[in-house]
């Protein structure tokens, strides 16, 4: 049975509930990730509890002036989002994830590491920095889940898939993707419509 981190919808509302994208990343991510503040459920509750909402650092990609885009397989583990255009590469928070520190800020970047190794494959260096949050209670999916959205800074386009969940990789350019926006899944569109140019 697999655990996911959540915190309450207490809490966000404690903090300021919003819908869309949400810019001011420290006041939320330090009070959500401060000792007590979370904790794990077990996933199959969390997906249909929507008094708990599930921390997942959604991750983009940038190199040149252009974004990753990418289509999502069959074998996706989120099934509402399958064959949907997606500028994210999203996952849950495990206890695999738990450092010595326990349910910290360490464990929350362990998380994004150890996605992103699962997922792709990427040539070069990057370096990464946490842009806002992304918060969309108008569908089933979103209103269980909140987005944290970390930019990677790529030296190379050398990024491959590592699964097979994750098709047709290729990079565009903010223009390019606002013309493909009704093809991207809710998220991403947020994404784009926020990113400047």
Known sequence: MEHVLVITRALLDQLGSFQGFQPEVDRYLTAMLAPGANFFMERPAAELDPTHKQ??????????????????????????????????????????????????????????????????????????????????????????????????????????SNEDAIQDLQFFTLGELRAMRDQLETWSQIIVDHLKA
């Not at 909140?146 to 190379?156: D, I, Q, W």
């Open 55 to 160: 921390l997942i650092p959604y991750s983009i990609f940038h190199h040149d002036g252009r974004y990753l885009c990418y289509t999502r397989g069959g074998k996706s583990g989120e099934k509402r989002l399958v064959s949907k255009r997606s500028v994210g590469i999203g996952g849950h928070i495990n206890p695999v994830d738990q450092s010595h520190d326990g349910l910290g800020e360490s464990m929350y970047f362990n998380s994004i590491e150890r996605e992103i190794t699962e997922e792709l494959v990427i040539g070069g260096t990057h370096t990464q920095e946490v842009i806002g949050l992304i918060n969309d209670d108008s569908s089933e999916v979103g209103s269980v889940h909140l987005g944290v959205v970390h930019r990677f800074e790529l030296s190379s386009n050398e990024v491959k």
